[in-house]
């Protein structure tokens, strides 16, 4: 081998090591959690790349960074025992009520012999139906027609990544989000109590499970990874398990009417009662808090509400808020083939059988909601 191949070849090896080296630096837990899972399947085992030929092989950068992320981490398909056994302990702490947590008992029980070859039909079906509507020019929509590259990075703030177990859960308000969003921060640990991970979704209080920097999702990934943020996302969107709740769209309304304009709410009462009132009410000098405004008897109607949603005037001033934002601006559907579909209709056989399929099951169960 002359020198120059010899050279060459220490300069390919060399970057390479440097690529992985700056990847692990950026990861904030300290080391590359790379953990690829291939949905609903056995464990992959990639193999690792010997030759610098396979290297010279490769077409371009995607098909670069795939090849070698795979040929470098490897996936881990248990839990930690500490963390299995803090999990599978419980906790003691009492669970605090909450007006938009209505906590049911639900006796798990009678479902452990619940029906997989039903679920998994219902969840073919599901995709089915979704890809059909995508598939289908009669049915259109803003952004439809768009690839998952056009998407911009301010939109993806709505996928929460899980590396630990190799799962992304795009999380939609008023779909039991609150509740998910803790099964998510337990299992990646990604928030401590007293120096320890949570074990108990219920535990977590709500201010931080609605805290931006608890998560870890895509929006975040530029300052992380760079120009390689959108290689990594989708590499990340073959190999994870994608997942999303969502429900009847008009309940969904009232729901987010209900619970940001019926209870006192001062935050929502200044950016959207006070706007609603003054331009369908003719209601003018309003009061400036909510608790005011309540016991002079002036409250945002659901006809209000929903002129204000079909005012084109809206969006003009600022996007939806995401407790009425279209499902598909939230977790574009037709640019992300998503593995799961769950229904609030149907919450609790359909989170049962996600966290067997994630295999998490032995480890905590779904909050009762």
């Given at each position: 081998m002359t020198k120059a191949r010899l050279l060459r070849l220490s300069v390919v090896l060399v970057s390479i090591f440097m690529i992985l080296l700056i990847i692990v630096y950026w990861d904030n837990v300290g080391t590359a959690h790379f953990y690829l899972h291939t949905s609903f399947s056995r464990p992959h085992s990639p193999g690792a790349i010997t030759a610098a030929e396979?290297?010279?092989?490769?077409?371009?950068?995607?098909?670069?960074?795939?090849?070698?992320?795979?040929?470098?981490?490897?996936?881990?398909?248990?839990?930690?025992?500490?963390?299995?056994q803090l999990l599978v302990q419980g906790s003691n702490k009492p669970v605090v009520s909450n007006l938009e947590e209505n906590v049911r008992g639900y006796d798990w029980s009678t479902h452990k012999d619940r029906n997989s070859l039903d679920q998994e039909k219902l969840q073919v079906e599901r995709q089915r139906t979704l890809r059909e509507f995508c598939a289908n020019s009669s049915f259109t929509f803003p952004?439809?027609?768009r690839s998952f590259d056009d998407i911009p990075n301010y939109e993806l703030n709505h996928l929460i990544v899980d590396d630990r177990h190799g799962v992304i859960y795009c999380y939609v308000p008023k779909v039991a989000c609150t509740n998910w969003?803790?099964?998510?921060?337990?299992?990646?640990?990604?928030?401590?109590?007293?120096?320890?991970?949570?074990?108990?979704?219920?535990?977590?209080?709500?201010?931080?499970?609605?805290?931006?920097?608890?998560?870890?999702?895509?929006?975040?990934?530029?300052?992380?990874?760079?120009?390689?943020s959108r290689h990594l996302m989708k590499i990340k969107l073959?190999?994870?398990t994608k997942f999303l709740f969502v429900r009847d769209p008009f309940v969904r309304l009232i729901s987010a009417f209900r619970s940001k304009f019926?209870?006192?709410?001062?935050?929502?009462?200044?950016?959207?009662?006070?706007?609603?009132?003054?331009?369908?009410?003719?209601?003018?000098?309003?009061p400036t808090s909510v608790s005011e405004a309540f016991g002079a008897g002036l409250r945002v109607s659901f006809s209000d509400f929903i002129q204000y949603l079909l005012d084109p005037r809206t969006e003009k001033m600022a996007p939806f808020n995401e407790h009425w934002r279209q499902v598909y601006r939230l977790c574009?559907?037709?640019?992300?083939?998503?593995?799961?579909?769950?229904?609030?209709?149907?919450?609790?056989?359909?989170?049962?059988?996600?966290l067997q399929l994630l295999k998490v099951d032995r480890l905590l169960r779904f909050p009762p909601s």
């Open positions: 396979d290297w010279e092989a490769l077409p371009d950068v995607d098909e670069f960074l795939a090849k070698l992320l795979s040929s470098s981490l490897k996936q881990n398909t248990s839990v930690p025992r500490k963390t299995e952004t439809k027609e969003k803790r099964v998510m921060i337990v299992l990646s640990e990604s928030l401590l109590d007293q120096g320890v991970p949570y074990r108990n979704p219920l535990d977590i209080p709500r201010e931080h499970v609605h805290n931006t920097s608890t998560h870890l999702t895509f929006n975040k990934f530029w300052r992380r990874y760079g120009k390689f073959k190999k994870y019926e209870l006192e709410n001062e935050d929502f009462y200044r950016r959207f009662a006070i706007p609603m009132l003054k331009l369908y009410s003719n209601h003018t000098n309003l574009h559907p037709c640019q992300i083939d998503y593995d799961f579909i769950g229904k609030l209709e149907t919450l609790d056989e359909d989170a049962a059988y996600l």
